[in-house]
Nanobody
């Protein structure tokens, strides 16, 4: 059974870097030609793809966030990590990790993601 679990601080100060880790169990993040993504949902808004890391370690980022985003992985722990720099209150959202990849970066389609973490609330505030 594939499971994903997000972890990280729930409160980040403006201008700092938001860091979240997704721990995957039940499948290796290096196997199966899979992509592993970070997605977020700000309050009152729709889902937004942030970026992905592939089974081979290559990365793709949302055009609107790519200048502030870095996704990396630790294959020994079967984890991948999101770093979002220079955060503002507009980065407040529920952050999810998921297995999947968007066909079009700016259009969210839930069916493109098969497995999800439960989500973690991150608030950007001083």
């Amino acid at each position: 059974q594939v499971k994903l679990q997000e972890s990280g601080p729930g409160l980040v100060k403006p201008s700092q870097t938001l860091s979240l880790t997704c721990t995957v169990s039940g499948v290796s993040i290096t196997a199966g030609y899979d992509y592993w993504s970070w997605i977020r949902q700000p309050p009152g808004k729709g889902m937004e793809w942030i970026g992905s890391i592939s089974y081979s370690g290559s990365t793709r980022y949302s055009p609107s966030l790519k200048n502030r985003t870095s996704i990396s992985r630790d294959t020994s722990k079967n984890q991948f990590t999101l770093a979002l720099s220079s955060v503002t209150p507009e980065d407040t959202a529920v952050y999810y990790c998921a297995r999947g990849f968007p066909t079009i970066a700016t259009i969210f389609r839930r069916y493109e993601y098969k497995y999800w973490g439960q989500g973690t609330q991150v608030t950007v505030s001083s």
